[in-house]
């Protein structure tokens, strides 16, 4: 995680907080990575979030990521932005949108999620650049101890994983009462 870049909100009074993630959870986006030879910028292949989470680079290739800083064409998956919205609307819940996006796809988001009429003057967007959402979450909830239930919603398994392990981690090292509630959100849930 790019510390620089990456804010960690310590002023959450709510003892819930509900993290979506963005990209085929809140929206399908058909954004997808890019990988380039590096000596020529060349385009090699496209992949989508199964493919990359089972991809590394090749010598003299690189990921490009160009395709995520900007919301063109989202189709929103309801179900989720329901759920969300359920979440904003309790008084008692911080809700944050953690993105592997860059920072800078942030205001392209919010602009999308206005234009769904999502509430988003209480919400947080966060571009962690491909950083761990579980270290994320873990350092949010290290800074606010008012916080007693997490909902995480992804729909990629080793995200679900990362935010489990390390919430689990140290929720058993503070001693702190803390539910977890963690789901990896698949096309099939919706029904």
Known sequence: ??????????????????VFDFDETIADTHAKTVVRAKNSGKAL???NQKQLDATAPKSGEEFDFSEFDDVDYAEEKKYITDKMKIFIDDPNA???????????????????????????ESLIVQ??????????IQEIIKKNPSIKKLYFFDDSEANVQDVWKKVNNFKEESRRELVIKAAQMKEDMAR
């Open 45 to 47: 292949r496209r992949l």
């Open 1 to 18: 995680m790019n510390e620089s870049k990456v804010v960690i909100p310590g002023d959450i009074h709510e003892e819930v907080l509900a």
């Open 94 to 120: 911080q809700v944050i949108v953690a993105t592997a996006r860059r920072e800078l796809a942030q205001d392209s988001i919010q602009r999308y999620l206005n234009f769904l009429g999502i509430p988003t």
């Open 127 to 136: 571009g962690l650049t491909g950083g761990s959402k579980g270290d994320y």
